[in-house]
């Protein structure tokens, strides 16, 4: 039987580019598996749309409008762990691509 811990680690992930994304989740869950951690979770989050209006001409025809618009895409991966295993140092030394933000809090 294996025992649970309540350490867990989460990583939350935000790109505008969600192949990108996806393969950053897939690198955290391959270092997951090599360090034999005893569960992970991904919870896909929302995605945020940011719709912008603007004006084709700023003097004439006031109908004629452009709409542009941005996705955030999000993920949320949760690490369950043991003490013994300094897994801070394993997710320093991985390499995300640009464009990803990540921010690493303890729970």
């Known amino acids: 039987m294996e025992i649970k811990t309540n350490e867990k680690i989460r990583v939350r992930l935000e790109s505008f580019n969600h192949e990108l994304l996806n393969s950053s989740c897939r690198k955290i869950i391959n270092l997951a598996e090599q360090s034999n951690l005893n569960e992970t979770k991904i919870v896909p989050l929302p995605t945020d749309k940011r719709i912008y209006c603007v004006l084709r001409s700023p003097h004439v ?5 452009e709409h542009f618009e941005i996705r955030m ?3 949320i991966i949760d690490l369950y762990y043991q ?12 390499e995300l691509p640009s464009g990803v933000l990540y921010r690493i809090s303890l729970f």
């Open 73 to 75: 895409h999000k993920r």
């Open 83 to 94: 003490p013994i295993i300094n897994i801070f140092d394993l997710l320093s030394q991985l």
């Open 61 to 65: 025809d006031k109908d004629s409008r």
